[in-house]
């Protein structure tokens, strides 16, 4: 079932339907090519590699909450890794035979976004490394969230 998109208004869109022309309107370039092209960002250079603050990651696509700091660790591969999603979030493993190799593809299960790729050497509890592209996520701060809350400011449910 679809849910609200605040790109759209409130009007109630399913994200895996929205034309290629609509992506390329609300994402940047090179969110664009990593998200919706399966692109890879270079290691060491993105926004959340080196992040250490409490919060959210959400999809750049479709907002949907996905992976948080709880969960976050550094892995020395230069791109975020969590060792989990959150509880709950619709996040998709796909297998990946693209540059010779057998790898599993993350995605937004809401929107098909690329997000990564999933590793099996990653710390307990799980042993797993979502190793994923700062490109294709978006952070929420959990101090802010929480000062909005304070003031009754109602925090944007997606992006």
């Not at 509880?87 to 693209?98: F, K, N, Q």
């Amino acid at each position: 079932m679809p849910e609200k998109d605040s790109f759209s208004g409130g009007v109630t869109v399913d994200e895996k339907q929205i034309p290629d022309e609509e992506w390329r309107r609300r994402l940047s370039p090179e969110e664009y090519r990593i998200a919706r092209e399966g692109g890879t960002e270079r290691a060491f250079t993105g926004a959340h590699w080196d992040r250490h603050e409490a919060g959210t990651y959400r999809c750049v696509c479709c907002g949907e909450p996905l992976f948080g700091s709880d969960e976050k660790y550094d892995s020395g591969s230069g791109w975020p890794s969590f060792y989990a999603p959150v509880e709950g979030a619709p996040v998709r493993e796909v297998e990946d035979r693209s540059l010779g190799m057998i790898r599993t593809e993350v995605r937004c299960g809401r929107c098909e976004a690329h997000l990564g790729h999933l590793f099996p050497d990653g710390p307990q509890p799980t042993g797993q490394r979502y190793c994923l592209n700062s490109a294709a996520l978006r952070f929420d701060d959990a101090k802010r969230a929480d000062a909005e809350e304070e003031k009754g400011v109602d925090a944007p449910e997606k992006r």
